[in-house]
């Protein structure tokens, strides 16, 4: 089955900061990768996703790049603010049911 | 448009007892589906409904677990008899489409067994 690996656990950057996470995956046939975003209290958003013919999406402040050969995909956050502290996940899917298998997820403090 | 609800929030139980566990998918969603996310871990399929069938229960972790959505609205997941292992943040998502690309999560019911 698909394994999603996820760096790093915990992220701390300054208000202002860009932010990065990682993920690699082990499916080839995956084809669809959403990343979510949780805050305090509340379950997983759907903050941007991307599918296999596409290698990069972006979306105000935030994108994502997907490099198929090495079966890994980035989630990029730009200009940081204290709002984005949450915890992210990423995530791969493939075609039929599209049921992801997600990364253990990274700790994001945004400080002012 | 009111979200995914789940209920309780929080339930705190001793090995051995049962919990049942609520969702509400949003209105008009056919698929529904439960995940457990263990301390710390990732999120884990348990399964997926579509109206009132069981698309895929591959997650489940064996047969304490059982889930329900009768009628095709609302879905219950109960642990009987609860385990130390089952302590967990238990997930309930829907989507609208057949294939469910896109899936709405609820907030979540922390579960924890003593």
């Known amino acids: 089955g698909e394994n999603v690996e996820q760096h790093p656990s915990t992220l701390s950057v300054q208000e202002g900061d860009s932010a990065v996470i990682k993920c690699t995956y082990s499916d080839s046939a995956s084809n669809y990768f959403p990343w979510y975003k949780q805050e305090l209290g509340k379950g997983p958003q759907l903050i941007i996703d991307?599918?296999?013919?596409?290698g990069e999406k972006k979306d105000q402040r935030i994108a994502v790049t997907l490099n198929k050969t090495a079966k890994h995909f980035s989630l990029h956050i730009t200009e940081t603010q204290p709002e984005d502290s949450a915890v992210y996940f990423c995530?791969?899917?493939?075609?039929?049911?599209?049921?992801?298998?997600f990364g253990r997820g990274t700790s994001l403090i945004v400080h002012p | 448009e009111a979200g995914v609800t789940q209920f309780p929030s929080h339930s705190v139980i001793e090995k051995g007892q049962t919990v049942t566990l609520r969702c509400d998918p949003i209105?008009?969603?056919?698929?529904l589906y439960w995940y457990r996310r263990v301390m710390g871990k990732e999120i884990k399929f348990l399964l997926h409904?579509?109206?009132?069938?069981?698309?895929?229960e591959s997650g489940m972790p064996n047969n304490r677990f059982l889930a329900e959505r009768t009628g095709g609205t609302y879905s219950t997941l109960k642990v009987q008899p609860a385990e130390l292992e089952d302590s967990g943040v238990y997930f309930c998502?829907?989507?609208?489409?057949?294939?469910?690309?896109?899936?709405?999560f609820g907030p979540g019911t922390r579960l924890t067994v003593l």
């Open positions: 991307i599918r296999s013919n596409v």
């Open positions: 998502a829907s989507s609208p489409t057949r294939q469910g690309v896109t899936q709405y």
């Open positions: 995530a791969a899917s493939k075609g039929g049911s599209y049921i992801p298998t």
């Open positions: 209105s008009g969603h056919d698929n």
């Open positions: 409904f579509v109206k009132e069938s069981k698309q895929d």
